[in-house]
C-alpha cells in the first residue's frame, strides 16, 4: 500500500519579522488541513522538525492539544524527509489511517555556524576554519568543473533558472530575475562560485496532510501518491561534508545510494520522471546532482542546461519553485518544500510556472552534512 | 601567517589538537589510524574503524607530499568556532584544498595559499606547519597545512 498526500500549506519563504519559526509551521500546518478538509482533531499522529524553530510538536498549542502523538524529528536537511518517512512507516504499518507532517525554521543572516562537537569532529576542525558547507560544496565543484569540463556559465544559467522560476512562485523569497552576468560578477564567496550561486538560510514552515491511499478519495479529488521514499547517509571512504579524509578509491556518495534505492523501490527509472527537485544549496550542487540521481551522464550538463532542457518548458524541468537558491534554505521546511511543490505541479495547480504536458510523476532529492539524502518519488 | 616547517621560535608552542600530527619533533607528521582487521584508514586518528566499527587499530603517519586533488578559497572570514588571531580588517582568504597522500588517503588541509591563479589540480604539495594563532599568554598554537611545492 502506497501513502498519499491528501493536504499541503506553506508558509512564504524568506524574512518575516514579527513571526516566529513555529508560528509559520502552524500557518502552513491551518493551511494543510484546510486543503485536506479535515479537522485538527480528526488527525491521529504528528511528525515534523525544526533546527532552529523550537519544537515541532509545540504547534499543537495553537492548533489544539489533543492528546495525540506527535514526534520530533531532526535529521539535518533530510529533517522533512525523514518526518514524512515515519510518517508514512506508521500509515503502512496500519497504526493509523491519517496524520500531518510539519517542518519550520527561522535562522539568522549568514552562514550556518554549526559545532564540530555536534558532529563527532574535534574543536581544531572549526578552530581552523573549515567548518563550513561551502568550502565542501566549493571543492566538490572545483573538481567536478575540472574532471568534466563544466563551465561557470553553466552554474550562471542554474543561478539564473532559479531565480525566473522564483519570480513565478508567490511564495518564494527572492523574486527578481538575476542576470547572467551579474550572477557571475557577484562577489566570491568560495571559488568558483559566486554570492548569487549560493543559497542562504532563511524561514518558512510546510505541512502535509497524510494518509491511507485507499481513504485519500475521502479527502480530495487529486492525491497524489508516495511511490518511494529512501534516506541514506555517507559510507566510509566517500567524498562528503565535514569530511576530514577520504578513501582513494572512489565510493558513491549518499545521493547516489538514496536515489537508486528509490528508483528500485518504485519500479521506475529516470527516464519516467517529468520534474525534479534536487538540492541546490549552490548551483554547482544542482548541476552534479542531475548526474548523482540518474537524470544524465556527467559532463552531460554542459550541453543540457544551454539547451534550457531543465527549464520549465524543458525536456526535464528541475526546481521549478526557484529551488533553495530563489527560497533560501530553512532547514526544517526546506525537503518538504520540494514536497509540496510537486504535489501542486502533479495536481496542475501550479498557476505560472505550471509545467505542461500534465505531469504524472515528480522527483525530489535533499543532501547535506554530514553525508545525508532523502529521495521521494510521487505520482498522480 | 607564518610558515614554521620546524620549531624556531623561543615563544611556547601546542599544537591545535595534540592528536593530529607529532609535535615538537624534527620531522613533524599528520597522524593517522589503519584497521588491523579491514584495512580501512582515518584522519584524524580515530578511537574506532570508520568502515567496520572494529577497535583493534595502530596509528601510522601520513606521508608528507601529495597532490591537490580538489581546492577552494575562503573569501570571507568565518564565524565562530573559527578561532584565529585575525579581525575582520586583517583576515586574509585563505585556501581549503584536499591533498592525495599516494598510498594513504585523501585529507581535507588548510593551504598555505590563498590565491586561486597558484592552485591547480594535480600540483604537487607538501606539508607545513604554521602559527594560527597566539594566545593571550604568548603561546603559539600550530596548525598543519599543505602548500604547492
Request: aromatic fraction near 8%; include cysteine.
Amino acid at each position: 500500500m502506497r501513502v498519499a498526500i491528501v493536504g499541503i500549506g506553506i508558509h512564504p519563504f524568506g524574512r518575516t519579522p514579527g513571526k516566529t519559526g513555529m508560528q509559520q509551521g502552524v500557518y502552513a500546518a491551518r493551511q494543510a488541513l484546510k486543503d485536506a478538509g479535515v479537522q485538527w482533531k480528526d488527525i491521529q499522529f504528528g511528525y515534523g522538525g525544526s533546527y532552529s524553530g523550537g519544537n515541532a510538536d509545540a504547534v499543537a498549542n495553537e492548533l489544539g492539544l489533543t492528546g495525540a502523538p506527535f514526534t520530533n524529528i531532526l535529521n539535518a536537511c533530510a529533517t522533512g524527509g525523514s518526518s514524512l518517512l515515519a510518517a508514512c512507516k506508521e500509515i503502512k504499518s496500519g497504526e493509523a489511517d491519517i496524520g500531518l507532517v510539519v517542518g519550520f525554521d527561522k535562522h539568522a543572516r549568514g552562514a550556518f555556524n554549526a559545532h564540530p562537537s555536534e558532529y563527532g569532529l574535534g574543536d581544531w576542525y572549526g578552530e581552523a576554519g573549515l567548518m563550513l558547507t561551502t568550502q565542501f560544496f566549493a571543492m566538490k565543484l572545483q573538481k567536478y568543473m575540472h574532471d568534466y569540463q563544466i563551465s561557470t556559465d553553466t552554474l550562471a544559467r542554474v543561478a539564473e533558472k532559479a531565480y525566473q522560476n522564483g519570480a513565478l512562485n508567490p511564495n518564494a523569497w527572492r523574486r527578481t530575475p538575476i542576470s547572467l552576468e551579474e550572477i557571475k560578477n557577484s562577489t566570491m564567496v568560495n571559488d568558483p562560485l559566486t554570492k548569487y550561486m549560493f543559497c542562504s538560510p532563511s524561514e518558512g514552515g510546510v505541512a502535509l496532510v497524510v494518509c491511507r491511499e485507499d481513504i485519500a478519495h475521502r479527502y480530495t479529488d487529486t492525491p497524489i501518491f508516495v511511490s518511494a521514499l529512501t534516506m541514506r547517509t555517507r559510507q566510509y571512504g566517500a567524498f562528503e561534508v565535514y569530511g576530514t579524509a577520504v578513501e582513494l578509491e572512489d565510493v558513491p556518495n549518499a545521493s547516489v545510494a538514496a536515489s537508486r534505492a528509490a528508483f528500485e523501490a518504485a519500479g521506475l527509472g529516470p527516464q519516467d520522471i517529468d520534474l525534479a527537485q534536487l538540492q541546490d544549496t549552490e548551483a554547482g550542487a544542482e548541476v552534479m546532482h542531475m548526474a548523482e540521481n540518474g537524470f544524465c551522464e556527467h559532463g552531460e550538463q554542459e550541453r543540457l542546461l544551454l539547451d534550457g532542457a531543465t527549464r520549465l518548458n524543458g525536456r526535464l524541468p528541475i526546481n521549478t519553485d526557484g529551488g533553495c537558491m530563489a527560497n533560501g534554505e530553512p532547514i526544517g521546511a526546506s525537503g518538504l518544500r520540494q514536497i509540496y511543490e510537486t504535489v501542486l505541479q502533479l495536481r496542475g495547480q501550479a498557476g505560472a510556472r505550471q509545467v505542461q504536458g500534465n505531469p504524472k510523476t515528480g522527483y525530489t532529492h535533499v543532501y547535506g552534512a554530514p553525508g545525508i539524502s532523502a529521495v521521494s518519488i510521487l505520482q498522480r | 601567517m607564518s610558515i614554521l616547517t620546524q620549531p624556531s621560535s623561543t615563544a611556547p608552542q601546542r599544537a591545535i589538537d595534540p592528536n593530529l600530527f607529532t609535535w615538537p619533533a624534527a620531522q613533524p607528521a599528520l597522524l593517522a589510524s589503519r584497521c588491523r582487521d579491514c584495512g580501512a584508514k582515518a584522519f584524524p586518528a580515530n578511537p574506532a574503524c570508520t568502515a567496520c566499527g572494529g577497535e583493534n587499530l595502530e596509528s601510522f603517519e601520513l606521508p608528507r607530499h601529495g597532490s591537490l586533488w580538489a581546492w577552494t578559497v575562503q573569501r570571507f572570514m568565518p564565524k565562530t568556532p573559527y578561532h584565529s588571531s585575525e579581525t575582520e580588517q586583517t583576515f586574509r582568504p585563505f585556501g581549503v584544498g584536499y591533498i592525495e597522500l599516494p598510498g594513504a588517503l585523501r585529507i581535507e588541509s588548510r593551504l598555505q595559499e590563498g590565491d586561486p591563479a597558484n592552485l591547480k589540480i594535480g600540483a604537487a604539495m607538501e606539508l607545513v606547519f604554521y602559527v594560527h594563532r597566539i594566545e593571550p599568554d604568548g603561546t603559539e598554537v600550530i596548525n598543519y597545512a599543505f602548500k604547492p611545492v
